[in-house]
Protein backbone atom coordinates (compact mmCIF):
# COMPACT_ATOMS: atom_id res chain seq x y z
CA UNK A 1 0.00 0.00 0.00
CA UNK A 2 1.62 3.43 -0.80
CA UNK A 3 1.20 6.69 1.52
CA UNK A 4 -1.35 7.75 -1.08
CA UNK A 5 -3.86 4.79 -1.14
CA UNK A 6 -3.49 4.29 3.11
CA UNK A 7 -4.68 7.58 3.34
CA UNK A 8 -7.51 7.47 1.31
CA UNK A 9 -8.97 4.27 2.83
CA UNK A 10 -8.55 6.33 6.61
CA UNK A 11 -10.16 9.75 4.36
CA UNK A 12 -12.77 6.96 3.24
CA UNK A 13 -13.42 5.77 6.98
CA UNK A 14 -13.52 8.78 8.94
CA UNK A 15 -14.76 11.32 6.24
CA UNK A 16 -18.17 11.43 5.00
CA UNK A 17 -18.67 10.51 1.11
CA UNK A 18 -19.53 13.65 0.10
CA UNK A 19 -16.61 14.52 -1.66
CA UNK A 20 -15.83 10.69 -3.26
CA UNK A 21 -12.12 9.76 -2.47
CA UNK A 22 -10.09 12.58 -3.97
CA UNK A 23 -6.93 11.23 -6.25
CA UNK A 24 -4.10 12.52 -4.94
CA UNK A 25 -3.18 13.41 -1.18
CA UNK A 26 -1.19 16.77 -0.99
CA UNK A 27 1.47 16.69 1.39
CA UNK A 28 3.26 19.96 0.76
CA UNK A 29 3.92 23.06 -1.83
CA UNK A 30 6.65 24.99 -2.78
CA UNK A 31 6.11 27.62 -5.14
CA UNK A 32 3.85 26.43 -7.96
CA UNK A 33 4.69 22.91 -7.26
CA UNK A 34 2.93 20.35 -4.70
CA UNK A 35 4.12 17.37 -3.32
CA UNK A 36 1.64 14.22 -2.93
CA UNK A 37 2.18 11.84 0.08
CA UNK A 38 4.33 9.49 -1.93
CA UNK A 39 6.55 12.00 -2.93
CA UNK A 40 5.48 12.91 -6.33
CA UNK A 41 6.00 16.33 -7.64
CA UNK A 42 3.20 17.94 -9.72
CA UNK A 43 2.80 21.27 -10.89
CA UNK A 44 -0.13 22.84 -9.53
CA UNK A 45 -2.37 24.35 -12.13
CA UNK A 46 -5.69 24.55 -10.10
CA UNK A 47 -4.40 26.16 -6.99
CA UNK A 48 -6.88 24.79 -4.72
CA UNK A 49 -10.03 26.48 -7.19
CA UNK A 50 -8.13 29.22 -7.87
CA UNK A 51 -7.37 30.30 -4.24
CA UNK A 52 -3.61 29.43 -3.57
CA UNK A 53 -3.07 33.15 -5.46
CA UNK A 54 0.57 33.49 -4.20
CA UNK A 55 1.27 29.41 -4.85
CA UNK A 56 2.56 27.93 -1.77
CA UNK A 57 4.93 28.64 1.13
CA UNK A 58 5.41 32.35 -0.20
CA UNK A 59 7.52 34.41 2.06
CA UNK A 60 5.12 37.51 2.36
CA UNK A 61 2.25 34.61 3.41
CA UNK A 62 4.54 32.58 5.48
CA UNK A 63 6.09 35.77 7.55
CA UNK A 64 2.44 37.71 8.10
CA UNK A 65 0.45 34.37 9.02
CA UNK A 66 3.47 33.70 11.80
CA UNK A 67 3.29 37.48 13.00
CA UNK A 68 -0.19 37.42 13.18
CA UNK A 69 -0.64 34.58 15.10
CA UNK A 70 2.09 35.45 17.64
CA UNK A 71 0.43 38.66 18.36
CA UNK A 72 -3.29 37.57 18.28
CA UNK A 73 -4.56 34.87 16.43
CA UNK A 74 -8.37 35.66 16.99
CA UNK A 75 -10.71 38.63 18.81
CA UNK A 76 -13.89 37.68 18.12
CA UNK A 77 -16.06 40.77 16.79
CA UNK A 78 -16.43 41.80 20.33
CA UNK A 79 -12.77 43.83 19.53
CA UNK A 80 -11.55 45.53 16.68
CA UNK A 81 -8.34 44.99 15.59
CA UNK A 82 -5.89 46.94 12.86
CA UNK A 83 -5.50 44.12 10.28
CA UNK A 84 -9.33 44.20 9.69
CA UNK A 85 -9.53 47.82 9.22
CA UNK A 86 -6.86 47.77 7.34
CA UNK A 87 -7.91 45.36 4.69
CA UNK A 88 -11.48 46.86 4.52
CA UNK A 89 -9.74 50.34 3.66
CA UNK A 90 -7.50 48.56 1.20
CA UNK A 91 -10.47 46.91 -0.33
CA UNK A 92 -12.20 50.08 -0.49
CA UNK A 93 -9.75 52.10 -1.76
CA UNK A 94 -8.65 49.49 -4.98
CA UNK A 95 -12.61 49.49 -5.44
CA UNK A 96 -14.00 53.37 -4.45
CA UNK A 97 -11.93 55.02 -7.38
CA UNK A 98 -15.07 54.86 -9.93
CA UNK A 99 -18.11 55.89 -8.03
CA UNK A 100 -18.24 58.97 -5.53
CA UNK A 101 -20.33 57.04 -2.91
CA UNK A 102 -19.93 55.11 0.35
CA UNK A 103 -18.26 51.74 0.23
CA UNK A 104 -18.19 49.40 3.21
CA UNK A 105 -17.09 46.06 4.06
CA UNK A 106 -18.25 43.03 6.26
CA UNK A 107 -16.24 39.93 6.64
CA UNK A 108 -16.96 36.64 6.91
CA UNK A 109 -15.29 33.15 6.48
CA UNK A 110 -15.81 31.94 2.79
CA UNK A 111 -17.44 32.59 -0.46
CA UNK A 112 -20.91 31.10 0.35
CA UNK A 113 -20.52 33.13 4.27
CA UNK A 114 -20.16 36.43 1.94
CA UNK A 115 -23.21 35.63 -0.39
CA UNK A 116 -25.62 35.03 2.87
CA UNK A 117 -24.40 38.45 3.80
CA UNK A 118 -25.29 39.83 0.40
CA UNK A 119 -28.78 38.18 0.54
CA UNK A 120 -29.49 39.19 4.27
CA UNK A 121 -28.15 42.80 2.66
CA UNK A 122 -30.61 43.32 -0.37
CA UNK A 123 -33.39 41.64 1.92
CA UNK A 124 -32.52 44.68 4.16
CA UNK A 125 -32.37 47.49 2.17
CA UNK A 126 -35.45 46.30 -0.10
CA UNK A 127 -38.58 47.54 0.75
CA UNK A 128 -41.86 45.52 1.85
CA UNK A 129 -42.85 43.57 -1.71
CA UNK A 130 -39.98 43.44 -2.90
CA UNK A 131 -39.24 39.50 -2.11
CA UNK A 132 -38.09 37.99 -5.21
CA UNK A 133 -34.70 37.22 -6.57
CA UNK A 134 -32.89 36.64 -10.10
CA UNK A 135 -30.23 34.86 -10.70
CA UNK A 136 -28.45 32.83 -13.36
CA UNK A 137 -29.19 29.11 -14.95
CA UNK A 138 -26.40 26.97 -13.85
CA UNK A 139 -25.07 30.01 -11.43
CA UNK A 140 -22.64 28.80 -8.52
CA UNK A 141 -22.99 30.57 -5.01
CA UNK A 142 -22.08 28.01 -2.79
CA UNK A 143 -23.88 25.16 -0.82
CA UNK A 144 -25.60 26.81 2.36
CA UNK A 145 -29.26 27.06 2.15
CA UNK A 146 -29.26 30.72 1.50
CA UNK A 147 -26.52 30.35 -1.53
CA UNK A 148 -27.66 27.53 -2.43
CA UNK A 149 -31.43 29.03 -3.34
CA UNK A 150 -29.80 31.36 -5.87
CA UNK A 151 -27.32 28.63 -7.34
CA UNK A 152 -28.52 27.69 -10.69
CA UNK A 153 -27.41 24.12 -10.93
CA UNK A 154 -30.90 21.76 -10.04
CA UNK A 155 -28.66 18.93 -9.27
CA UNK A 156 -27.42 20.03 -6.11
CA UNK A 157 -30.48 22.85 -5.57
CA UNK A 158 -33.35 20.81 -6.51
CA UNK A 159 -32.63 17.48 -3.40
CA UNK A 160 -32.61 20.38 -0.54
CA UNK A 161 -35.57 22.47 -1.39
CA UNK A 162 -37.86 23.93 -0.85
CA UNK A 163 -36.59 27.50 -0.13
CA UNK A 164 -38.08 30.16 1.68
CA UNK A 165 -36.77 32.67 -0.85
CA UNK A 166 -38.74 33.01 -4.25
CA UNK A 167 -35.90 32.96 -7.30
CA UNK A 168 -36.52 33.24 -11.00
CA UNK A 169 -33.32 31.85 -12.84
CA UNK A 170 -32.56 33.18 -16.18
CA UNK A 171 -30.05 31.95 -18.80
CA UNK A 172 -26.31 33.67 -18.39
CA UNK A 173 -25.94 36.11 -20.12
CA UNK A 174 -29.30 36.35 -21.94
CA UNK A 175 -30.45 40.34 -21.59
CA UNK A 176 -33.90 40.11 -22.75
CA UNK A 177 -34.74 37.13 -20.54
CA UNK A 178 -33.14 39.40 -17.58
CA UNK A 179 -35.40 42.24 -18.83
CA UNK A 180 -38.32 40.73 -18.63
CA UNK A 181 -37.44 38.87 -14.72
CA UNK A 182 -36.44 41.47 -12.92
CA UNK A 183 -39.03 44.28 -11.97
CA UNK A 184 -40.67 45.99 -8.93
CA UNK A 185 -41.42 43.51 -7.02
CA UNK A 186 -37.46 42.11 -7.43
CA UNK A 187 -34.93 42.58 -4.83
CA UNK A 188 -31.56 41.36 -6.11
CA UNK A 189 -30.09 40.05 -9.08
CA UNK A 190 -27.41 37.55 -8.47
CA UNK A 191 -24.79 37.11 -11.58
CA UNK A 192 -20.99 36.44 -12.26
CA UNK A 193 -19.16 38.31 -14.54
CA UNK A 194 -17.55 34.49 -15.53
CA UNK A 195 -19.67 31.82 -14.68
CA UNK A 196 -16.95 29.60 -12.89
CA UNK A 197 -18.50 26.37 -11.76
CA UNK A 198 -20.57 26.44 -14.98
CA UNK A 199 -17.31 25.36 -17.22
CA UNK A 200 -15.40 28.84 -16.91
CA UNK A 201 -18.26 30.82 -19.33
CA UNK A 202 -17.72 34.92 -20.09
CA UNK A 203 -20.76 37.00 -20.10
CA UNK A 204 -21.09 38.38 -23.76
CA UNK A 205 -19.63 41.86 -24.14
CA UNK A 206 -21.96 44.33 -22.90
CA UNK A 207 -24.56 42.20 -20.57
CA UNK A 208 -23.01 43.54 -16.75
CA UNK A 209 -23.68 46.55 -18.33
CA UNK A 210 -26.86 45.91 -18.99
CA UNK A 211 -27.73 44.41 -15.45
CA UNK A 212 -26.44 47.55 -14.13
CA UNK A 213 -29.35 49.59 -16.65
CA UNK A 214 -32.11 46.76 -15.18
CA UNK A 215 -31.23 47.31 -11.94
CA UNK A 216 -31.45 51.22 -11.85
CA UNK A 217 -34.28 51.00 -13.99
CA UNK A 218 -36.10 48.77 -11.55
CA UNK A 219 -34.19 49.74 -8.33
CA UNK A 220 -33.35 45.79 -7.46
CA UNK A 221 -30.04 45.42 -6.58
CA UNK A 222 -26.72 44.23 -8.76
CA UNK A 223 -25.15 41.53 -6.48
CA UNK A 224 -21.92 40.45 -8.29
CA UNK A 225 -20.39 37.49 -7.36
CA UNK A 226 -16.36 38.23 -7.70
CA UNK A 227 -15.49 34.84 -5.37
CA UNK A 228 -13.84 32.97 -8.03
CA UNK A 229 -12.73 36.14 -10.81
CA UNK A 230 -12.04 38.73 -8.34
CA UNK A 231 -8.42 39.55 -6.60
CA UNK A 232 -6.66 39.13 -10.01
CA UNK A 233 -7.80 35.96 -11.45
CA UNK A 234 -8.66 37.66 -14.75
CA UNK A 235 -5.29 40.15 -14.94
CA UNK A 236 -7.44 42.86 -13.26
CA UNK A 237 -8.23 43.51 -9.48
CA UNK A 238 -12.08 42.49 -10.10
CA UNK A 239 -13.57 40.88 -13.13
CA UNK A 240 -15.86 43.78 -13.18
CA UNK A 241 -13.20 46.31 -14.03
CA UNK A 242 -12.98 45.37 -17.33
CA UNK A 243 -16.95 45.95 -17.87
CA UNK A 244 -16.94 49.70 -16.82
CA UNK A 245 -20.07 49.11 -14.20
CA UNK A 246 -20.04 48.74 -10.42
CA UNK A 247 -22.13 46.75 -8.74
CA UNK A 248 -24.29 47.42 -5.47
CA UNK A 249 -22.85 44.24 -3.91
CA UNK A 250 -19.64 42.75 -4.47
CA UNK A 251 -18.78 39.25 -3.03
CA UNK A 252 -15.40 37.60 -2.61
CA UNK A 253 -13.75 35.17 -1.15
CA UNK A 254 -11.27 32.13 -2.68
CA UNK A 255 -7.92 34.15 -3.91
CA UNK A 256 -8.26 36.69 -1.17
CA UNK A 257 -6.81 35.26 1.79
CA UNK A 258 -4.19 32.54 -0.89
CA UNK A 259 -5.05 29.95 1.35
CA UNK A 260 -6.57 31.14 4.66
CA UNK A 261 -10.16 30.99 4.92
CA UNK A 262 -11.76 34.38 4.25
CA UNK A 263 -14.79 36.07 2.71
CA UNK A 264 -15.83 39.54 1.88
CA UNK A 265 -19.47 41.31 0.76
CA UNK A 266 -18.89 44.75 -0.12
CA UNK A 267 -22.03 46.97 -0.25
CA UNK A 268 -21.83 50.52 -1.84
CA UNK A 269 -23.98 53.35 -1.68
CA UNK A 270 -27.10 52.78 -0.17
CA UNK A 271 -26.03 48.73 0.04
CA UNK A 272 -22.91 50.47 2.36
CA UNK A 273 -25.01 51.16 5.33
CA UNK A 274 -28.11 48.93 5.00
CA UNK A 275 -26.91 46.51 7.69
CA UNK A 276 -28.00 48.17 11.29
CA UNK A 277 -26.19 46.69 14.62
CA UNK A 278 -27.16 43.67 15.33
CA UNK A 279 -28.53 42.62 11.53
CA UNK A 280 -25.43 40.33 11.00
CA UNK A 281 -22.17 38.92 12.39
CA UNK A 282 -19.62 36.18 12.47
CA UNK A 283 -17.62 34.68 15.40
CA UNK A 284 -14.46 34.54 13.02
CA UNK A 285 -15.32 36.83 10.45
CA UNK A 286 -12.48 39.03 9.84
CA UNK A 287 -10.01 37.10 11.70
CA UNK A 288 -6.69 38.49 12.19
CA UNK A 289 -4.78 36.06 10.90
CA UNK A 290 -6.91 35.77 7.93
CA UNK A 291 -6.82 39.42 7.23
CA UNK A 292 -3.22 39.55 7.61
CA UNK A 293 -2.82 37.04 4.77
CA UNK A 294 -5.44 38.75 2.60
CA UNK A 295 -3.30 42.16 3.36
CA UNK A 296 0.09 39.80 2.28
CA UNK A 297 -2.08 38.66 -0.80
CA UNK A 298 -3.12 42.62 -2.22
CA UNK A 299 0.98 43.75 -1.19
CA UNK A 300 2.42 40.63 -2.89
CA UNK A 301 -0.37 41.01 -6.30
CA UNK A 302 1.15 44.68 -6.74
CA UNK A 303 4.74 44.89 -5.43
CA UNK A 304 5.16 41.27 -7.87
CA UNK A 305 3.18 43.12 -10.27
CA UNK A 306 0.78 40.35 -10.89
CA UNK A 307 -1.86 41.76 -12.35
CA UNK A 308 -0.06 42.46 -15.86
CA UNK A 309 1.56 38.94 -15.35
CA UNK A 310 -1.88 37.40 -14.66
CA UNK A 311 -2.94 39.12 -18.28
CA UNK A 312 0.21 38.63 -19.94
CA UNK A 313 0.55 34.85 -18.79
CA UNK A 314 -3.03 34.25 -19.30
CA UNK A 315 -2.77 35.00 -23.29
CA UNK A 316 0.24 33.83 -23.43
CA UNK A 317 -1.19 29.94 -22.19
CA UNK A 318 -4.69 30.56 -23.99
CA UNK A 319 -2.76 31.03 -27.44
CA UNK A 320 -0.26 27.83 -26.94
CA UNK A 321 -3.34 25.84 -26.10
CA UNK A 322 -5.59 26.86 -29.16
CA UNK A 323 -2.35 26.41 -31.34
CA UNK A 324 -2.90 22.53 -30.21
CA UNK A 325 -4.47 20.55 -33.10
CA UNK A 326 -5.99 17.60 -31.34
CA UNK A 327 -9.54 15.88 -32.22
CA UNK A 328 -9.95 15.99 -28.04
CA UNK A 329 -9.88 19.46 -27.83
CA UNK A 330 -12.83 21.73 -28.75
CA UNK A 331 -11.06 25.33 -27.87
CA UNK A 332 -10.14 27.27 -24.56
CA UNK A 333 -12.17 30.20 -23.28
CA UNK A 334 -12.30 32.31 -19.92
CA UNK A 335 -9.74 35.39 -19.10
CA UNK A 336 -6.35 35.95 -17.51
CA UNK A 337 -4.73 33.01 -15.51
CA UNK A 338 -8.45 31.11 -15.42
CA UNK A 339 -9.15 29.13 -18.38
CA UNK A 340 -11.60 26.22 -19.41
CA UNK A 341 -10.09 23.68 -21.79
CA UNK A 342 -13.80 22.38 -24.34
CA UNK A 343 -13.27 18.78 -25.18
CA UNK A 344 -15.12 17.36 -28.32
CA UNK A 345 -16.25 14.25 -25.44
CA UNK A 346 -17.13 13.87 -21.90
CA UNK A 347 -13.68 13.04 -21.31
CA UNK A 348 -12.64 15.57 -18.55
CA UNK A 349 -11.73 13.23 -16.16
CA UNK A 350 -9.70 11.27 -18.50
CA UNK A 351 -7.62 14.24 -19.25
CA UNK A 352 -7.73 15.09 -15.35
CA UNK A 353 -6.04 11.44 -14.27
CA UNK A 354 -3.45 11.34 -17.12
CA UNK A 355 -2.05 15.42 -16.63
CA UNK A 356 -1.44 13.70 -13.13
CA UNK A 357 0.54 11.00 -14.22
CA UNK A 358 2.54 13.45 -15.98
CA UNK A 359 2.54 15.49 -12.67
CA UNK A 360 0.10 18.15 -13.63
CA UNK A 361 -3.15 19.01 -11.48
CA UNK A 362 -5.87 20.50 -13.57
CA UNK A 363 -9.63 20.38 -12.40
CA UNK A 364 -12.55 18.04 -14.90
CA UNK A 365 -14.87 20.54 -14.27
CA UNK A 366 -17.43 18.98 -16.42
CA UNK A 367 -17.73 16.33 -18.08
CA UNK A 368 -16.19 17.96 -20.93
CA UNK A 369 -14.25 21.48 -19.51
CA UNK A 370 -10.97 21.28 -17.91
CA UNK A 371 -10.37 24.12 -15.56
CA UNK A 372 -7.12 25.74 -15.14
CA UNK A 373 -6.52 28.13 -12.54
CA UNK A 374 -2.78 27.90 -11.50
CA UNK A 375 -1.65 30.34 -8.94
CA UNK A 376 -1.16 34.08 -9.94
CA UNK A 377 3.04 33.69 -9.19
CA UNK A 378 3.22 30.74 -12.06
CA UNK A 379 6.23 31.81 -14.60
CA UNK A 380 6.07 31.39 -18.04
CA UNK A 381 8.26 28.58 -18.32
CA UNK A 382 6.11 26.61 -15.92
CA UNK A 383 3.20 27.37 -18.62
CA UNK A 384 4.88 26.47 -21.45
CA UNK A 385 6.12 23.03 -19.52
CA UNK A 386 1.93 22.23 -19.55
CA UNK A 387 1.24 23.13 -22.96
CA UNK A 388 4.40 21.33 -23.85
CA UNK A 389 3.11 18.33 -22.32
CA UNK A 390 -0.39 18.67 -23.31
CA UNK A 391 -0.66 16.90 -26.41
CA UNK A 392 0.77 13.99 -24.91
CA UNK A 393 -1.55 14.06 -21.81
CA UNK A 394 -5.02 14.40 -24.47
CA UNK A 395 -3.76 11.78 -26.57
CA UNK A 396 -3.41 9.23 -23.27
CA UNK A 397 -6.82 10.41 -22.49
CA UNK A 398 -8.41 10.02 -25.98
C1 LIG B 1 -16.46 28.88 -4.86
C2 LIG B 1 -17.57 29.81 -5.14
C3 LIG B 1 -18.54 30.09 -4.17
C4 LIG B 1 -18.58 29.40 -2.84
O1 LIG B 1 -17.44 29.61 -2.08
P1 LIG B 1 -17.13 28.66 -0.82
O2 LIG B 1 -15.92 29.29 -0.19
O3 LIG B 1 -16.87 27.28 -1.35
O4 LIG B 1 -18.30 28.70 0.07
C5 LIG B 1 -19.52 31.01 -4.49
N1 LIG B 1 -19.53 31.63 -5.69
C6 LIG B 1 -18.61 31.39 -6.64
C7 LIG B 1 -18.67 32.11 -7.93
C8 LIG B 1 -17.60 30.46 -6.41
O5 LIG B 1 -16.71 30.20 -7.35
Redesign the pocket.
Given at each position: MSATTDLQARFDAALMPNYGTPPVAVARGEGCRVYDADGKSYLDLIAG??VSALGHGHPALVSAVADQTAAVAHTSNLFLHEREVELAERLVALLGGTRDEDVRVFFAN??????EAALKLAKRAADAGRTRIVATENG?????LG?LSVTGKAAIRDPFGPYGTDVVFVPHGDADALRKAVDETCAAVFV?PVQ??AGVVPAPEGYLAEVRRVCDATGAAFVL?????GIGRTGHWFGHQAHGVTPDVL?L??GLGGGL?I?ACVGFGRYATAFSKGDHGSTFGGNPVACAAALAVLDTIENEDLLASAAELGTLLEHAIASIDHPLLDGVRGAGLWRGLRLSTPASAAVQSAAAAHGFLVNALTPDVVRIAPPLTISREEILEFTAALPAILEEAR
Open positions: IASGTEANFHGRTAEGEDEIQSTAKPG
